[in-house]
């Protein structure tokens, strides 16, 4: 399973050429997004296909191919575009489950899973679907005012059997054979805006798969049609893949690789706090894109070391960016914050009481006063301002020193 050659992109080294994900690559190649955008979406697409009919068994229950991906990237570097690519093929396909709509509350979502599924004489609750949301923001809206979806979400990725949800429908609803596959595009901005808990300490942070743009790679002013022929024939694969049901047999020299790979993993509770879920998930993630990758290459449902192989390199090389660019993120939206705060107080020459320039930045800071205590710290350091106490009042001043 060779790559296409970039000298930069490690990710996109490690693209198939062959399989589906190869004839994929192929199909949209003169298109303008990203290649690492193109190879996420078709990995989303098989993981969307394949919802919970195949597994990897896992203590009493199995460990299924899932993904959510997320294309993280500024307006116009093509993941709207990547993301509408996989949809449209997708929505081709007569036997597929359910597309949940793109904007929609908690309550909207377990309805929209709980379809009826008739098994001999009962009737069940089958809630396998997919969210296809080129922009999160449509999908999750303002996070900080809406913790009831990351909180259902967040129960929805593990797959469970079954999972009541009377403290979130109102009517008394019991999920069956869960499955929810996601893939959502988002900008850095609204990311570290709204999103709660920071990008990885949260648990559901750590299930996603970020794909990062790094720059745009072409341009292409008038793309012409697709291949016909290739899109049938891609169309015909996903049908032959949505009809494999079963467990997945782990070749022995397989499951040696992956023991001893697992145990060389650090200790979550050992390394940096913001990346424990991250790390405590990773084991899944690997065996979750193992599968797709093995899919995409055949459908015998047999896993080999090298899709192991593969699925690690292909993780290690999202994380690698990930911290990468998270921290270029962070320090961008601190600098930002410490900026304002610096001109709100700048703006009165005769200065600002410590309670006026908080309701000032409230929105910048999130309302966090351990931050609204950095930047200020950080401000006296720098010289930029002076702080003191009011003569009349005794309240705590803050001045800028070329104010």
């Given at each position: 399973m060779e790559g296409v050659t970039d000298p930069v992109d490690k990710l996109v080294n490690l693209i198939p050429r062959e399989g589906w994900i190869g004839e994929y690559m192929q199909w949209t190649e003169?298109?303008?997004p990203p290649a690492r955008f193109r190879f996420a979406t078709a990995m989303g697409i098989i993981s969307s296909v394949l919802s919970r009919n195949i597994w990897l068994p896992y203590e009493n229950r199995g460990t299924y191919p899932n993904l959510w991906i997320l294309l993280m990237g500024p307006s116009g570097c093509g993941k709207d575009s990547a993301i509408s690519?996989?949809?449209n093929l997708f929505m081709q396909l007569e036997?597929?489950?359910k597309v949940i709509a793109e904007k929609i509350t908690p309550e909207a979502l377990v309805r929209a899973l709980a379809s009826h599924r008739k098994e001999g004489t009962v009737m069940k609750r089958d809630a396998k679907g997919v969210v296809f949301a080129p922009e999160l923001s449509n999908f999750l809206g303002k996070v900080r005012y809406n913790e009831g979806m990351i909180q259902l979400l967040t129960r929805l990725y593990d797959c469970p059997p079954s999972m009541p949800t009377e403290t979130i429908a109102r009517k008394s609803v019991t999920l069956t054979d869960v499955c929810l596959t996601m893939m959502w595009g988002s900008t850095p901005d609204w990311y570290l805006k709204y999103m709660p808990d920071g990008v990885m300490c949260g648990g559901f942070m750590s299930r996603i798969l970020y794909v990062f743009y790094v720059r745009r790679e072409k341009r292409v002013p008038n793309p012409g049609a697709f291949c016909k022929k290739a899109e049938a024939r891609l169309m015909s694969t996903l049908a032959d893949m949505r009809k494999l049901k079963g467990p997945i047999k782990l070749e022995p020299s397989a499951e040696d690789f992956f023991n001893h790979w697992y145990e060389s993993i650090p200790e979550p509770t050992k390394g940096d706090e913001?990346?424990?879920?991250?790390i405590s998930r990773k084991p899944m993630t690997v065996k979750k894109l193992a599968m797709v990758l093995m899919i995409s290459e055949s459908h015998k449902l047999v896993m080999k070391q090298h899709h192991l192989e593969l699925a690690i390199k292909v993780m290690n090389a999202l994380e690698e960016q990930l911290m990468s660019e998270v921290?270029?993120?962070?320090?961008?939206?601190a600098s930002r914050a410490t900026d304002i705060v610096a001109t709100i107080i700048a703006r009165k020459p005769d200065g600002m009481s410590r309670r006026e320039v908080m309701q000032k930045a409230y929105k910048r800071i999130k309302g966090r006063r351990e931050e609204f205590?950095?930047?200020i710290d950080w401000l006296l350091h720098l010289g930029t301002i002076t702080q003191g106490r009011h003569p009349d009042t005794n309240e705590m001043w803050y001045k800028a020193v070329n104010g």
């Amino acid at each position: 399973m060779e790559g296409v050659t970039d000298p930069v992109d490690k990710l996109v080294n490690l693209i198939p050429r062959e399989g589906w994900i190869g004839e994929y690559m192929q199909w949209t190649e003169k298109s303008e997004p990203p290649a690492r955008f193109r190879f996420a979406t078709a990995m989303g697409i098989i993981s969307s296909v394949l919802s919970r009919n195949i597994w990897l068994p896992y203590e009493n229950r199995g460990t299924y191919p899932n993904l959510w991906i997320l294309l993280m990237g500024p307006s116009g570097c093509g993941k709207d575009s990547a993301i509408s690519q996989g949809y449209n093929l997708f929505m081709q396909l007569e036997d597929r489950p359910k597309v949940i709509a793109e904007k929609i509350t908690p309550e909207a979502l377990v309805r929209a899973l709980a379809s009826h599924r008739k098994e001999g004489t009962v009737m069940k609750r089958d809630a396998k679907g997919v969210v296809f949301a080129p922009e999160l923001s449509n999908f999750l809206g303002k996070v900080r005012y809406n913790e009831g979806m990351i909180q259902l979400l967040t129960r929805l990725y593990d797959c469970p059997p079954s999972m009541p949800t009377e403290t979130i429908a109102r009517k008394s609803v019991t999920l069956t054979d869960v499955c929810l596959t996601m893939m959502w595009g988002s900008t850095p901005d609204w990311y570290l805006k709204y999103m709660p808990d920071g990008v990885m300490c949260g648990g559901f942070m750590s299930r996603i798969l970020y794909v990062f743009y790094v720059r745009r790679e072409k341009r292409v002013p008038n793309p012409g049609a697709f291949c016909k022929k290739a899109e049938a024939r891609l169309m015909s694969t996903l049908a032959d893949m949505r009809k494999l049901k079963g467990p997945i047999k782990l070749e022995p020299s397989a499951e040696d690789f992956f023991n001893h790979w697992y145990e060389s993993i650090p200790e979550p509770t050992k390394g940096d706090e913001h990346m424990a879920g991250y790390i405590s998930r990773k084991p899944m993630t690997v065996k979750k894109l193992a599968m797709v990758l093995m899919i995409s290459e055949s459908h015998k449902l047999v896993m080999k070391q090298h899709h192991l192989e593969l699925a690690i390199k292909v993780m290690n090389a999202l994380e690698e960016q990930l911290m990468s660019e998270v921290g270029g993120m962070e320090a961008s939206e601190a600098s930002r914050a410490t900026d304002i705060v610096a001109t709100i107080i700048a703006r009165k020459p005769d200065g600002m009481s410590r309670r006026e320039v908080m309701q000032k930045a409230y929105k910048r800071i999130k309302g966090r006063r351990e931050e609204f205590d950095r930047i200020i710290d950080w401000l006296l350091h720098l010289g930029t301002i002076t702080q003191g106490r009011h003569p009349d009042t005794n309240e705590m001043w803050y001045k800028a020193v070329n104010g």
